[in-house]
């Protein structure tokens, strides 16, 4: 099955919320003295793009626009913290008046002292996405970590959770030495993934260094699969851009308005209760516990531009600048695509 490209449309079988809809659009369509041909429409819409861009603005705003052919959307998280309740204004997750406007899954459910992984919530986002289109629901899987994201659209072939003791073992030696000393115990044994993981990425070493000791350590079929047009379902998906210097000043002004809001009492309150090293990879929180704002928006901004160069590797993408037009402008655009089929 492959992503839906800008015109092109996909053989599946039309369900009862398609056939639904067709019938719907139809009458709409019909009002004003235009007949749509029969199309067939992405089953999900996906919309990926760098922290700070206005994701979930431009999904509540498709979301009513989408209600007005008979559609019942929802919001399927793809972000790694996100999933943590107690983080909320850290991770930018959907507030009380957000969701208001447009029900969130797989958002705020995890205790901050819980371990996380890719496998965990793919397993998670397929089960919801299924039961969703099962009930004729529309997902829109809104999201800025790539991984999550293809681990909602696809199958991937993710590794498996750590033997008993060996993860609880190397957070032992990651409190008593630090990241770079386990990332220099990673080098000498596989010099390809140091090469990959940087210095400073406790979660990806210590996970590196599990599957070393389980002897599943190699290149990832992953790391291929996450830039194929191979999906689960037939999918728009839409790329959320800004230009540079722009998206850069929404950045800096969205970490004030989260330092203002609470972030860093936050932050403290989730490291007291123990935040699990998943936890603390939140964008910000070691920053926030030092006290360094500026730190946090330097950081915010290069992992950006890191998602901006991970979203361009993907085929079959629909791009959305949103550096000169509004949310509205925007879904009408992918209404409009997805209309299209």
Avoid: C
């Avoid at 919001?75 to 107690?86: F, H, P, S």
């Avoid at 986002?125 to 009930?135: K, M, P, R, V, Y």
């Avoid at 920053?287 to 330097?298: E, F, I, P, S, T």
């Amino acid at each position: 099955m492959r992503l839906v490209l800008r015109r092109s449309v996909l053989s599946h079988r039309p369900g009862r919320r398609s056939r639904r809809l067709s019938a719907h659009v139809h009458r709409q369509e019909s009002r004003l003295g235009t007949i749509l041909p029969a199309v067939t429409r992405a089953q999900v819409i996906a919309l990926f793009g760098p922290t700070g861009v206005g994701k979930t603005e431009l999904a509540i705003a498709l979301a009513k626009r989408l209600r007005a052919y008979g559609e019942d959307p929802v919001a399927v998280a793809a972000d790694a913290l996100q999933v943590y309740e107690g983080l909320e204004i850290l991770t930018g997750a959907a507030d009380a008046h957000e969701r208001a406007q447009l029900e969130h899954r797989l958002v705020s459910f995890l205790p901050v002292y819980a371990q996380f992984s890719a496998g965990q919530y793919a397993e998670l986002a397929h089960n919801e996405i299924d039961e969703l289109l099962h009930q004729g629901r529309l997902p829109i899987v809104v999201g800025g970590t790539g991984l999550y994201l293809r681990a909602a659209l696809a199958e991937l072939s993710l590794r498996p959770p750590p033997p008993e003791g060996v993860r609880e073992r190397w957070l032992a030696e990651l409190a008593d030495r630090g990241p770079a000393a386990l990332h220099a115990i990673l080098a000498r044994r596989a010099p390809w993934a140091g090469a990959e993981i940087a210095p400073t990425d406790s979660q990806r070493i210590v996970r590196a260094l599990e599957l070393h000791d389980a002897g599943e350590l190699e290149p990832g079929p992953e790391q291929s699969e996450l830039w194929t047009e191979t999906v689960r379902h037939p999918t728009l998906l839409v790329g959320v851009v800004m230009r540079r210097e722009r998206l850069y000043e929404q950045i800096d002004a969205r970490v004030d308005r989260m330092i203002a809001a609470g972030a860093e009492a936050e932050v403290r309150h989730a490291h007291a209760a123990g935040a699990s090293i998943t936890a603390r990879n939140a964008l910000g929180f070691q920053d926030l516990l030092a006290g360094d704002v500026g730190a946090m928006k330097r950081r915010t901004r290069n992992y950006a531009r890191r998602q901006l160069t991970w979203m361009r590797k993907l085929p079959g993408v629909l791009e959305i600048d949103l550096t000169d037009r509004d949310a509205n402008e925007a879904a009408e655009e992918i209404l409009r695509r997805w209309l299209e089929g």
